[in-house]
């Protein structure tokens, strides 16, 4: 009771200085249902995230090291010059611990991660409800029926806001309370049809509907690519060498979270499709707190996902190794949770940045959005969460992601400075951009996956909005065509029982991001794009907190971060899961297709001497004609008919696909 009395004593002193910190846009939640009013005494998780410095200079040095002409292409920075670069400045750190303390917070409850990144509190609602001047309640998932805390808008002293970026529980919701339901991966994108989409056709498209012997000016082991995608289809489409080369430091990755692959399915695909690869080869597989893989083929976890990026990237560049990145335990990476914490604990373990405060009994150093590790659950991962622990590949391909709308804009730009250090020491981050055209799937996180009062306001990919990741769309061959034909974008009509009709084309994910704005490598691109090729939709330029997304009947940021950068093929593409060969088309595929091309190029760079390619973007927008440029369809979703393939840049398929000579010789060219 003392601590109470003196603890609001001192609140009401400093009250008349508070300020707005971050309001929620009641619009654009309509996934949840705010409930009761949090109990005084619940204990709230309370995260302090921590504005770093120099993120501008960061992405300055970012776009120096990726800059063909700049003189310090490849220079990429260690871990250690990156924490260095970014820990937020000591009296930033000292000023909320002040705060904290004289608002009556035990020092001895009061943690601060490693990086100092974070500062963690376990406090009661009553305590956190004062301090931030904030009524916290329990949200409920319309969907799943999980439950949450945060509230609609809070506050912060006047001389701290510009030290802290965002709090939690807050805007955004504390982790699940109760967690029930099982997520979809990026490729189906919901819970009505998870995974990358098949076909009930069990071989493929037959060839019987071409004209007797046609196309019989084609290698045997490529007549048939159209819809029946193998390896060697993959090989010719982008002129890829076979593969031969296996050295020390061109391992590539691939993220994984709540699919597993089965080693039988694999071994099956390896016989069948790439019988270079020895049927019993094995992924590296680094379990981050907790992931398991293997698993049986007949799991139900083994929703074929995994089993296709293992398959394409091991057939692409076997005998290089792969490493499967496994995140999170059973029990959380299948929760409804993770649908909101897709990269965290991830990056936790890859860059140990983030990680490394304990505080009553509770480990880990991200908002209490995040797994809390030593995990009581009986699947749980016992042990503490793994910061730093783990090397990252060069290149890494993750078939993940949601809706931007779905976070705040703190915590995605948060992340998004995550990413960007990646890139600062040499790592190339490949994410898909989705595979709903203009909008997201069903429930992300609207019904209908668009947003505004109608419904036809574009719905941005997260994190593809991120300007320092490479975001890949998707192509595709017709099942009539050959890999003589130019691509298109993709587009599938995938029809089919418990599909709402909204949803039955389901085509390359593009667009523009409401809290990025178009990077200076991309200006060009997009600009030329909307002098020639606009298609007059109304548009919007998103404000400082995105909160007026579709204003004025826009239907997209105008001023946004354009998406995809670069695409690849991913349908109609032969697939073994639970031991049934199937054909499968998903936007996923396209990714460790690109991650594949990238490995190939960083080898040959190795052999000569040189570092890898990093990130790309800068030096892709600056060399356009390495790419296929890809001309034919488009992304309709949001009621509309979504943007058109062009020539140049399209927010559909990006600059193209790939055309590895040339990308080859242009990156061996450069220092
Ligand atoms: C702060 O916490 C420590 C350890 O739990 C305890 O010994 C101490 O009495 C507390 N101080 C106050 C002022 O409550
Ligand atoms: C490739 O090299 C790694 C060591 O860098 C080794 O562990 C792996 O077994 C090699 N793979 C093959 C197929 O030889
Ligand atoms: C975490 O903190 C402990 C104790 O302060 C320290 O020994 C350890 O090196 C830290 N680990 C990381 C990854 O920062
Ligand atoms: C391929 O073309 C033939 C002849 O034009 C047509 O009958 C068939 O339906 C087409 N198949 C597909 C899958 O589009
Ligand atoms: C253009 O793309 C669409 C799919 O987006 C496809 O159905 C059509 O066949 C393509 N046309 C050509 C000429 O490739």
Same mark, same amino acid.
């Given at each position: 009771m003392r601590f109470f009395a003196v603890f609001f004593a001192t609140v009401s002193a400093v009250r008349a200085s508070h300020v707005l910190h971050e309001r929620r846009e009641?619009?654009?939640? %309509?996934a949840w249902r705010q409930g009761e009013r949090?109990?005084?005494?619940a204990i709230v998780p309370l995260r302090i995230a921590l504005k770093q410095t120099n993120l501008d200079a960061g992405a300055e040095k970012l776009n120096a090291l990726s800059?063909?002409?700049?003189?310090?292409?490849?220079k990429h920075l260690s871990v250690e010059e990156v924490d260095d670069l970014f820990a937020p400045a000591e009296h930033s750190i000292d000023s909320v611990r002040e705060w904290l303390i004289q608002s009556?917070?035990?020092?001895?409850?009061i943690a601060h991660s490693y990086s100092r990144g974070w500062i963690a509190a376990n406090i009661p609602a009553k305590v956190a409800e004062g301090l931030f001047h904030a009524k916290l309640y329990e949200y409920e998932s319309i969907k799943t029926g999980s439950i949450r805390m945060g509230c609609h808008e809070y506050h912060l002293p006047a001389h701290l806001v510009d030290y802290v970026d965002y709090v939690t529980?807050?805007?955004?919701? !504390?982790?699940?309370l109760k967690k029930r339901v099982k997520r979809g991966r990026f490729g189906g994108g !919901?819970?009505?049809?998870?995974?990358p989409y098949r076909r009930p056709?069990? %071989?493929?498209?037959?060839? %019987?509907?071409?004209?007797?012997?046609?196309? $019989?000016?084609?290698p045997e082991d490529v007549r048939?690519?159209?819809?029946n995608m193998t390896p060697p289809c993959w090989r010719y489409l982008y002129k890829l060498p076979f593969p031969h080369i296996n050295d020390s430091v061109n391992a590539a990755g691939v993220f994984e979270q709540g699919d597993y692959f089965a080693q039988s399915d694999t071994s099956q695909y390896f016989q069948k499709y790439?019988?270079?690869?020895?049927? #019993?080869y094995s992924p590296q597989v680094?379990?981050? #707190?907790?992931?398991?893989?293997?698993?049986?083929?007949?799991?139900?976890?083994? $929703?074929g996902g995994s089993d296709g990026d293992i398959d394409i990237l091991t057939s692409l560049i076997y005998p290089q190794s792969v490493v499967v990145?496994?995140?999170?335990?059973a029990n959380y990476a299948s929760q409804e949770l993770s649908k909101d914490n897709l990269f965290n604990t991830f990056l936790d373990a890859v860059d140990g940045s983030y990680c490394n405060y304990s505080a009553y009994g509770i480990t880990g150093d !991200?908002?209490?959005i995040d797994p809390t590790y030593?995990?009581?659950?009986?699947?749980?991962?016992?042990?503490q969460r793994q910061c730093g622990a783990y090397k990252l590949t060069r290149v890494l391909s993750i078939g993940y992601g949601s809706a931007?709308? #779905?976070?705040?804009k703190n915590y995605v730009q948060r992340q998004c400075n995550e990413f960007m250090k990646l890139g600062l020491q040499g790592h190339t981050i490949l994410i898909g951009s989705g595979s709903f055209g203009v909008g997201n799937g069903p429930?992300?996180?609207t019904p209908s996956g668009c947003l505004g009062a109608q419904g036809n306001v574009f719905n941005p990919v997260y994190p593809?909005?991120?300007?320092w990741v490479t975001s890949v769309g998707t192509t595709m061959v017709g099942?009539?065509?050959?890999?003589?034909d130019p691509e298109s974008a993709y587009q599938i009509?995938?029809?089919?029982?418990?599909?709402p009709d909204a949803f039955k084309y389901i085509s390359s994910g593009g667009g523009f991001s409401n809290?990025?704005?178009?990077?200076d490598y991309q200006k060009r691109a997009v600009s030329e794009w909307r002098r020639?090729?606009?298609?007059g939709y109304p548009t919007y330029v998103a404000n400082a907190d995105a909160s007026?997304?579709?204003?004025?009947?826009?239907?997209?940021?105008?001023a946004g971060r354009g998406y995809p950068d670069i695409s690849a093929t991913g349908a109609y593409f032969h697939t073994i899961v639970n031991g049934e060969d199937d054909i499968s088309s998903s936007t996923t595929h396209a990714i460790p297709i690109v991650a594949s091309v990238i490995t190939l190029i960083n080898q040959q760079r190795t052999l000569a001497g040189k570092g890898p390619v990093g990130f790309l973007n800068t030096a892709l927008y600056n060399n356009p004609w390495m790419l296929n440029d890809i001309t034919n369809g488009s992304n309709a979703n949001c009621q509309s008919g979504g943007f058109k393939a062009v020539?140049?840049?399209?927010?559909?398929?990006?600059?193209?696909?790939?055309?590895y000579p040339k990308m080859l010789k242009y990156f061996m060219s450069l220092p």
């Open positions: 009641a619009s654009i939640h %309509h949090v109990q005084a005494d800059h063909p002409d700049s003189e310090y292409y490849g009556g917070i035990n020092e001895t409850a529980p807050g805007v955004k919701l !504390s982790a699940a !919901s819970s009505h049809h998870g995974g056709n069990g %071989h493929g498209y037959p060839p %019987h509907h071409f004209p007797p012997g046609w196309p $019989g000016n084609l048939y690519c159209g819809g790439a019988p270079y690869v020895p049927s #019993d680094v379990s981050v #707190d907790g992931g398991q893989a293997p698993v049986a083929a007949d799991d139900p976890n083994n $929703g990145y496994q995140v999170d335990d !991200s908002p209490g030593p995990d009581p659950a009986p699947d749980g991962y016992k042990g931007e709308v #779905d976070f705040p429930g992300v996180p593809v909005g991120c300007p099942p009539n065509q050959t890999v003589n009509d995938m029809s089919g029982p418990g599909l809290y990025f704005s178009t990077p020639f090729h606009d298609p007026n997304i579709g204003a004025n009947g826009g239907r997209y940021n105008r020539q140049g840049w399209d927010p559909i398929t990006g600059l193209g696909t790939p055309n």
